[in-house]
Each structure stands twice: as C-alpha cells, then as structure tokens.
C-alpha cells in the first residue's frame, strides 16, 4: 500500500504539488513521466484505473489504493468479479432450472397413463373388443334370421278366396246385399248384380271391421257378415220395387199395358187393372229426355246393341222410334249416379228377362208424370 505521507494523492488531486492548469501535475518528488507518480525506487507507478472504465484485475505489483479509495476499489473489484461471472451463473442457473422443467415432462406421462385409465370408462373394452371381433361372425346366425323368414311365410300364403266381385250376378250376390242392407250398409233393394254401389258397399263394412279394404267380398268378410245378420226373408230378397209404386194413370187401368211413372221411377206390367210384376227405372237425362205419352210396343230384340251408342241393350222392347226398355248394366252398378240416353232403364235382370218373354208386340205403354 501507498504511505498515507508520501504525498502522492492520486491524479489530479488539489493537493498534488505543482498541478497545472490544464490537471497534470507538476515535477514532485515521486512524478514520473506523463503525469504518473514516480515510485521511491524511481520507476513509476501504474495509473490508477478510470472508473469510467470497466475494472479490471489489478497486478500484483501496483500500489495499493489509499484508504478512501479502499471501499470503491473493492466495489470495483467486486463488480467485475460479477461480470465476468453472469453467464456462467445463468448457465448454473439454466441447468439448475431444467430439471424442474425435466421433472414436469416426466409428470406429463404420468398424466398420460390417467388419460388412458380415462378411456376405459367411454371404451370400456376397446382392446377385448378386438378380441371379441372374432365373435363378430356371431352377427352372421344373423341368417338364422332369415330362418325366422317363415314370419313372412303368411305373405306368401294364398289371400281368401274371393267369392263375389264387381261384375258378378247371382243369388248370393242378391243375398250379400239384403244382409248389407239389414246392418245399414246398403241402401236400396238388392238386385242381384254386383256393381259399384254394391263394392262401395262392401267396402264400408269391410272398414268399419278392420278388414282389408278390398270392395271384393271374399270368404273373410263372406263370414263375418254371415255371423253379423240373418238369414233374408222372401220379401227382403225380392221387393217390388226400391221405390212405392206408383197410383197408375187412369191409362193404364185397361188391357195389357207398360205403366211406367216418371215421379216414382217405376214400371208396372199390369193386366186388366192388376199389377203383375213392378221394377225400378231410369229415363234419359234433360238432353235425352224420355219422351212421354201413349205409345204401344212395335219390336223385341232380345240381345240388342245399340248402333248409335255401340252398347248392349238386353231384352229390349221398342216402344218410340230408338227408345225401348231394356235391362242396363249402368243403371245395376251405379243406381241413379246416371241417366240413360231415353230408354227406359231397368236394373233388375230376371225381372226384365221375365218381362221380356210375357209383353207381345202391340202391347200398350204409357210414360206418364
């Protein structure tokens, strides 16, 4: 260390003997060159570091600091110390922190497994699910389900025998509709053709049964109706007519005479007063209107068509020009719906076939209100 009465004080100190204007000091007895103080063995002493300066490590043969200086120079000291000592204590700190960091990642995993255990729960058995995939031909006795298709065998056995349908003309058909009449579901008198008002009949029923609504009458609904009514009485089957006949017209009180009434819509075959046989009619619509009057029957064609219309006119008995009365397939199937195109439409079959072989020609015919 400097002796503290060496009277060196540090450059550029008031109290150096000789400072010049311009802070260099003057030739004292321990200056040497440019300023610097002189040691007693005559060399000089190294400068004292610019703390402007980074510090660096003194040499060993440089004179200590003076005891002011003392603490800045070992704050100096110290604060090098630390510089030059920064990065290898971050990279001690880098290292030390990593294996927290590396501690956590090992955690991760462990959080992995609890994820995994997490699964089983939504997947209970992903893994024997693969194992029991084998089993999975299991799905294959699917085909004995096909062995159950005898299910559908039912299907494919023959449907009831149908029995009656539209078109068909019988007794039976004459009996199917007077039990369809007695349970409300026909109304009028049977006739004995199988028309729509008859299928619509049966298919009102057949509905009302929860019966496949066919219109036909198969040997089903056949039973069922049978064990819903009883069996027609004579009347029942063969009314006179649908319709009250008619008061005759004065007209038609003598001689064999066709009494035909427009307001009840009924032909009466009457002999010397008396009603043999009475039958339901149809005329000719407001365009072919049938006419009226008093006119005497002048031709019989048994199995006539019509070579205006092109249609069959059964048991026709000419009576005015091209108007005749004859049976009507229409007037049977679909009632009062139509008109005729002037005949005189009759739907009951037997009726007017037996009409037919009793009426000669020149026989009186009144068409009358």
């Known amino acids: 260390m400097v002796d503290a009465d060496s009277g060196w004080h540090g450059r550029g100190g008031s109290n150096t003997p000789g400072a010049g204007a311009g802070g260099t000091h003057g030739a ?17 002493a190294p400068a004292l570091p ?9 040499d060993h043969r440089s004179t200590p600091a003076l005891p002011g200086r003392r603490v800045a120079a070992a704050s100096l000291v110290a604060l090098a110390a630390l510089a030059t000592g ?3 204590g971050t990279a001690t700190g880098a290292q030390d ?6 501690a956590t990642r090992a955690a991760a995993p462990t959080a992995s497994p609890a994820t995994e255990d997490a699964k089983p729960p939504t997947a209970p058995t992903p893994s024997p699910p693969a194992s029991t995939t084998p089993p999975a031909p299991t799905p ?5 389900r096909t062995t159950a298709r005898p299910a559908p065998e039912p299907s494919t056995a023959p449907p009831p025998r149908i029995l009656m349908r539209t078109g068909s003309e019988s007794d039976r058909v004459r009996e199917l509709q007077a039990r369809l009449r007695q349970i409300g579901h026909f109304g009028r008198n049977p006739t004995g053709y ?31 109706l049978l064990g819903m009514t009883r069996v027609p009485t004579a009347a029942e089957l063969r009314p006179p007519t649908e319709r009250p006949v008619a008061a005759p017209d004065e007209r038609c009180l003598k001689g064999r005479v066709l009494c035909i009434s427009k307001n009840s819509r009924t032909l009466a075959w009457m002999i010397d007063g008396t009603v043999v046989s009475a ?12 006419r009226e009057g008093v006119f005497e029957v002048f031709w019989k064609s048994r199995d006539h068509v019509s070579t205006l219309y092109d249609t069959p006119m059964p048991y026709a008995l000419f009576f005015s020009g091209g108007q005749a009365v004859h049976y009507s397939a229409d007037f049977a199937a679909n ?9 005189v439409n009759v739907r009951d079959k037997k009726k007017v076939a037996a009409l037919f072989d009793q009426v000669r020609t020149g026989d009186k015919v009144v068409v009358y209100w």
């Open 28 to 44: 004292g007895p321990f200056q040497g060159r440019s300023g610097i103080p002189a040691r007693p063995d005559g060399r000089s």
């Open 50 to 58: 610019d703390r402007r300066s980074t510090p660096a490590v003194r």
């Open 86 to 88: 920064c990065e290898p």
């Open 97 to 102: 922190a990593p294996p927290p960091v590396r």
């Open 140 to 144: 294959t006795p699917e085909p004995a």
């Open 194 to 224: 199988y028309g729509s008002v008859t299928a619509e009949s049966v298919r009102s029923f057949q509905t009302k049964r929860s019966l496949p609504v066919t219109g036909s009458t198969d040997e089903v609904t056949w039973r069922r």
């Open 279 to 290: 039958m339901d009619v149809r005329f000719g619509s407001e365009y072919t209107p049938t």
């Open 335 to 343: 009632g009062y719906g139509g008109a005729s195109h002037g005949c």
